[in-house]
């Protein structure tokens, strides 16, 4: 190991024990803040050991199914596999990924063109990125030039009037760091119709969370910053001094704005939309911003003019109205130095390019890297997207897939009918709302069936004399304008919001649909050869859990169009919310690492959508004749097996709204008589759990 990766290994061990201090002094150990649970307490959960971390596996000798389902299940497969290098964790998801990624490197190095014009076109710019992004010799040969010039004009900034007119200027919304965020979206209340929303600007430590505890001399902890960021800075052109005051400088601006935003757990709250959907007008957001240029920058992003502004957090807003000042110029220019740079680490040559892999791979403990080609379609897939999804779905989406998941996931909604119309908790009125927004959800299985026209997105390629930062330019400017019309629009909602490509499956409240991209149809998630009980453990479960987001602590509060509006009666939702207050105490008592406790009020509404999306294939079990329940809960556990980091597990105790792997599984399945019946677990056994003490949310 090099200088370099032994300072990445030598910050990092510090901040993994910063991070498990943390972790034990702000996640919640308690009932989550919330009222009062009306299902009663929940007892404390097994403590299993955490199966996603190796070591664990490797030390676990002849544990059963009876004491920890998850790890006598994934104990043999995790022995024998490790982490690919470049990646900090395993699983079937980055399985899947490796097969998607071929798939996709096929298609940018294959010119054979298509008939479709639109195909054609979206072929000719995604092979044109990806050739950008390969052309190693133009990167290499630029250096830090092009960052110095979409900076330049930045670095002349003197005073503060001149700040404004920076932050004003189209070209910095195009292609540069700002200090808000101004995008049209289909609005909360009338999905029907677009709104601007208003968002605050990004930090360096993800979570605002983290701020509180630290001091003003924190940046220095932070790789991003003393390696990546440093390393960029004294490449442009800055002394040592001079870096050093540009990285303490945006960490303080940071941190003085942390103080007013809302923290991931805020934002992870059942009520965090409808505190976010705060509805001003122009004149509104002008008078609490003060000097900050607000209407300035929302002029630059071309969402001028709305009939509807929704500003996400008031409090930040009135704050940069008393943080925009002639003193804190310096601050607020190393911030958006230092953002800038950050975002284009990756498309500058191949020395800041390595560098800014080790850095990640000292964050999430992760080694080696992964390839240029991988890396270039990922790039590729990250900023042409649905492009490169057009002519994914030519090539490899097949008819009888999309029949067959969407004939599962019509099955499970009308199990999911059967078991609303039985709920006991729930008044009629409420019933009928419930069934009504049921009723509503569609269906987006594998692909779109109608594509957004982007006819006039032209990515130019390394044969047009273009690098990378012009083809930045170039989709900047084509996203501009296409939310230009946007504005007081309706919305097509056929389009969607995500990609075929994509590993992932989801619900989208606004939208009232279900999502089950083409790229989760394959691997070890769906085959033609499959049983009915694996088909019905991944698809299956993963169609329900989508489904269950409807109704979960997040979902529960958007109507059958996407509308934010309260459908329960009061009643009804008290005694929802003392049941997955239950679940929220249960998640919280957990520790995957001594000490250290989840927090139920971030994974709820996961945690949620995996228990009723196991009940919805349990119930559709019990119509199926000679169920084999061993091989279905197996299957199960094998889609949530994992190899992880203790960096990255750490992390995602922290940062990530699901449950980990393992509880995935464990603190599921032992929710189900079904599991007990067919494992023949007993009290004192570790899988047990009281039946008073289990949760059922639906």
Known sequence: MGKTGRRIRAIITALAAAASLTACAVLPQGGGGGQQSQGGSAAKPAQWRNSDLKSVMEESGDVTEKDDFALAVNREWSLANSVPDGYSSYDPFVARNFE????????????????????????????????????????????????????GPLFEVETLDEMTEYLSDEKTACNATELAQCYASSDWNDTDHYAVYIDRMDVIF??????????????QQEPYYNILIRHILERMGYSEDEATKILADGFRFEKDVAEYCMTLEEL????????????????????????????????????????????????????????????????????????????YAQLLDRETYELYGDVLNGINGASGRISDEEAAVGMVGRFLPGQLGRIYSERYVKQETVEEVTALAKQILDEYRSMLQKEEFLSEETREEAVRKLDNIRLHIAMPQVWEDMSALHV???????????????????????????????????????SPQDINAYYNPRENTVTICAGILGGDFYNTEMTKEELMASVGCTAAHEISHAFDSSGCHFDEKGNLRDWWSPEDYTAFR????????????????????????????????????MKTMLKLAEKEKDFDYDRFFRSYAQT???????????????????????????????QFPEFYETFDIKEGDGMYLAPEDRLAVW
């Open 100 to 151: 998607v990624n071929d798939e996709l490197k096929a298609l940018m190095t294959d010119r054979t063109p298509y008939s479709d014009a639109d195909a054609e076109q979206a072929r000719q710019n995604t092979q044109n990125y990806y050739d950008l992004w390969m052309d190693w010799e133009t990167r290499d040969e630029l250096g830090m030039k092009p960052l110095l010039d979409l900076l």
């Open 206 to 219: 993800k979570d605002t969370m983290f701020y509180q505890s630290m001091d003003y001399d924190s940046w």
């Open 268 to 343: 992870s709250a059942e009520d965090a939309v409808k505190k976010q959907n705060n509805i001003r007008t122009a004149e509104e957001l002008e008078e609490l911003a003060g000097d900050f240029p607000i209407m300035g920058i929302i002029d630059a992003n071309e969402t001028e003019g709305s009939d509807r502004y929704i500003l996400c957090e008031p409090d930040w807003l009135e704050a940069m109205g008393t943080l925009y000042t002639e003193e804190n110029l310096e601050r607020i220019r190393s911030y958006l130095i230092i953002y800038t740079a950050q975002d």
């Open 460 to 498: 130019s390629g390394p044969a047009d004399g273009s690098n990378l930062f012009k083809a930045q330019d170039e989709m900047g400017s084509f996203l501009l304008a296409r939310q230009k019309t946007y504005i007081n629009g309706t919305v097509n909602h056929q389009y969607w919001t995500s």
């Open 578 to 613: 003392g049941r997955a207050d239950k679940l929220v105490e249960y998640y919280d008592a957990i520790e995957p690492f001594p000490s250290v406790h989840c927090s139920g009020v971030l994974v709820q509404a996961e945690a949620i959508a995996d228990l009723v999306g």
């Open 640 to 670: 949530w097996k994992m190899i992880s980091s203790e960096q990255n597990e750490y992390y995602s105790i922290i940062q990530d709204n699901h449950p980990l792997a393992y509880l995935r599984v464990n603190a599921v399945v032992q």
